[in-house]
């Protein structure tokens, strides 16, 4: 089975921290995403990459920024945090055996104060 | 841009069937998708469709795709309370960056 591994669950952090949230699967895919997830908002893309050191930009990338230094790992970064960033941060990924099928982690919950 | 639409709410007895829609606005959608959220846990891939099917089959779970309508439909027959969960519809297309647009989410009580 693909694993999608968020290394924290529950983070609560001050205004004006830097935040990583960090995100490691096991299938050798290529592709990774980050969305927040933000009640009657659904699920909204920050950014995704499809490789080593590439990124692009999703929809709602201001405050954000990511790393991908190695294929397995994905980071978001959080430069400065809001308090507008406190949401369910959710990592995918896809790619090699299982297509166009995306898999996703268990989800970060960041409350920042 | 993509958009997709659900609506918010869905309460459906034991036993019977669910019906949670879904409408989309990418004519490229490649697949479609269902996926399950249980309360503080991600996202649980239940089915895909391809865009050249209308309909799939899977255990409890029918997926109807009406393309020309761009509606989308997950029936889930013998509802549980196990099934109780937030649903979300996602599109794939194939525009300048492929990627999955989800909608809003429907959640799902399911009541005795």
């Known amino acids: 089975d693909v694993k999608v591994t968020q290394s924290s669950r529950y983070l609560v952090k001050r205004t004006g921290e830097k935040v990583f949230l960090e995100c490691v699967q096991d299938m050798d895919h290529e592709n990774m995403f980050w969305y927040r997830q933000d009640p009657g908002l659904g699920l909204r893309l920050i950014y995704f990459?499809?490789?080593?050191?590439?990124?692009e930009k999703g929809d709602i990338p201001e405050g954000y920024s990511v790393s991908r230094e190695k294929k397995e790992r994905f980071s978001l970064i959080l430069e400065s945090a809001s308090t507008n960033q406190t949401s369910m941060y959710l990592c995918?990924?896809?790619?090699?055996?299982?297509?166009?099928?995306?898999?996703f982690g268990e989800g970060s919950w960041l409350t920042v104060v | 841009g993509e958009d997709v639409e659900q609506s918010l709410f869905l309460s459906v007895r034991e036993g019977d069937s669910s019906v949670i829609n879904c409408t989309y606005t990418d004519s490229s959608s490649t697949y479609l998708y269902w996926y399950k959220q249980e309360p503080g846990a991600g996202l649980q891939l239940l089915t895909y469709?391809?865009?050249?099917?209308d309909m799939k089959q899977d255990q409890r779970l029918t997926v109807l795709l009406n393309k020309k309508d761009k509606h989308l439909s997950l029936r889930i027959a013998d509802t549980q309370t196990g099934d109780s969960a937030i649903y979300f519809c996602a599109e794939y297309g194939t525009g300048t960056a492929s990627k999955l647009t989800f909608g809003t989410g429907t959640r799902l009580q399911v009541t005795l």
């Open positions: 995918a990924s896809q790619g090699g055996s299982s297509g166009n099928t995306i898999y």
């Open positions: 469709i391809f865009s050249n099917m």
């Open positions: 990459s499809y490789d080593v050191k590439m990124k």
